[in-house]
């Protein structure tokens, strides 16, 4: 099958995350690499610069189909797509090498490529982009690490869970974070825990990590291991909504939980699910259009 890349260009960079998110968070499939890069057109002083978001899918698809879809996901204008033919090269890899290095709080998230560039130690961390997203490059990504690095500066955590977690990258940073603690993640979606353990093994974490593929808190391993002092679920807004019982009899009183994969317009639907649990906001940091909630269980 023959790869289908589509562009868009913008002149706001905030703007071009929010659609790079919503093309790799909302859209079903999501394409099968992303990348959000500026693309000067000129070679002047006064040259203007633009965005560039090429979404790479392995199946076509209609570019004007495309741009309604995330209009009514985002209610806001999108940018044209235009088709563009691609040669018949490692296009995932390609997409993968334009990634740079991404500072969340103390954490480095790096490819491969950038090996030799970014000074190696326990903040430094190796995610390529691939079958199960997370490389710190989305805000809402970035989001759970910046709140992670506050939370872990504050208290030590004990017991720790990743909920959704796909790459295994917020797992990886909380068992960076809390060498101590007993970390676990789970995905519905088994090749992302496949993913997962790749990842924790390349960052020699895999000894503190258990990830299991399951139904979320329901997963036997998960129910056996809880209650958790601190949560993670960087998923979408209407699973987190639907899942907050659940997480509310996964924490421990006291708990602390960051939520995200939610638009800012959809934080407070959330907000209100967990407020109704018993839990309490702590912050909420909005970051190109998505929001990342800290909050904490009430006693």
Not at 8 to 25: H, K, P, S
Not at 40 to 50: C, F, I, R
Not at 177 to 197: M, N, T
Not at 202 to 228: E, L
Request: include cysteine; charged fraction near 20%; charge should be negative.
């Amino acid at each position: 099958m023959t790869p289908h890349k589509l562009i868009a260009e913008v002149e706001d960079r905030g703007y071009a995350m929010r659609i790079a998110g919503a093309l790799q968070d909302l859209i079903e499939p999501p394409p099968d690499a992303l990348t959000v890069f500026e693309d000067k057109q000129g070679h002047d002083e006064g040259a203007s610069v633009l965005w560039r978001i090429e979404a790479y899918f392995s199946e076509p698809r209609v570019p004007h189909a495309l741009q309604a879809e995330l209009g009514e996901l985002l209610d806001e204008p999108v940018p044209e797509f235009l088709s563009a033919d691609i040669p018949d090269l490692n296009w995932v890899a390609l997409s993968q090498a334009a990634l740079p290095p991404v500072r969340a709080g103390r954490f480095s998230v790096h490819g491969a490529h950038d090996r030799d560039r970014v000074p190696q130690g326990p903040n430094a961390i190796l995610i390529e982009a691939g079958e199960a997203f997370g490389t710190a490059h989305h805000a809402t990504t970035f989001g759970c690490l910046v709140a992670l690095d506050r939370l872990t500066e504050e208290r030590r955590f004990k017991r720790i869970l990743d909920l959704g977690c796909g790459s295994g990258i917020l797992a990886i940073a909380a068992a960076r974070s809390c060498p101590r603690a007993s970390v676990h993640g789970v995905d519905i979606d088994p090749q992302s825990v496949v993913v997962a353990r790749e990842n924790a093994a390349v960052n020699r974490v895999a000894a503190h990590i258990t990830f299991v593929a399951g139904a979320g808190v329901s997963a036997p391993q998960i129910r056996a291991a809880a209650p958790f002092d601190l949560i993670l679920a960087n998923i979408l807004a209407a699973p987190l909504i639907s899942l907050a019982p659940d997480v509310r009899r996964a924490a421990k009183d006291g708990a602390a939980v960051i939520l995200s994969g939610l638009l800012t317009r959809e934080a407070p639907r959330v907000l209100a699910a967990y407020r109704a649990q018993g839990f309490a906001l702590s912050s909420h940091r909005r970051n190109d259009g998505w929001s990342t909630l800290t909050l904490y269980k009430r006693s």
